[in-house]
């Protein structure tokens, strides 16, 4: 992982507000013990920003994970993609998904879609 791009500087696979894992802790009112636990249980993702490990604001909405979050990084992870490289394929705009980007697709209607898309990039 690396730290060359700067939290407040979202580029073109970075979302626009990320959350430090304290904040995440609180928004989910668990412990950072229990946030640690979720990344590695691939239920969120993580990456270091800045030479701390952030996680994109978006996919901790309404004080819950986005429902279909965890099956798609354990898909991704499956077909070998690393955390930076899950962060990019999720944040990747595609016009073709109402959302914009897988992302911001996954708390809508075609989350189904985007699961199928990661699936298919196993194969």
Do not use: C
Not at 30 to 40: A, E, G, L, N, T
Not at 57 to 68: G, I, M, P, Q, R
Not at 81 to 91: G, K, V
């Amino acid at each position: 992982m690396t730290d060359s791009v700067p939290a407040d500087l979202p580029g073109p696979s970075d979302p626009a507000a990320w959350l430090t894992l304290p904040d995440v802790a609180e928004r989910l009112d668990v412990s950072i013990s229990k946030v640690h636990q979720m990344i590695r249980d691939r239920e969120l993702i993580a990456v270091r920003r800045d030479g701390v490990r952030r996680i994109p604001a978006d996919l901790v909405a309404n004080h819950t994970v986005l429902k279909h979050l965890p099956g798609v990084l354990n898909l991704l992870a499956d077909a070998g993609y690393d955390d930076e490289e899950a962060l990019r394929w999720l944040y990747l705009a595609d016009p073709t998904l109402a959302g914009g980007t897988p992302a911001a697709t996954l708390g809508g209607d075609q989350a189904r879609e985007v699961k199928r898309r990661a699936q298919a990039l196993g194969f």
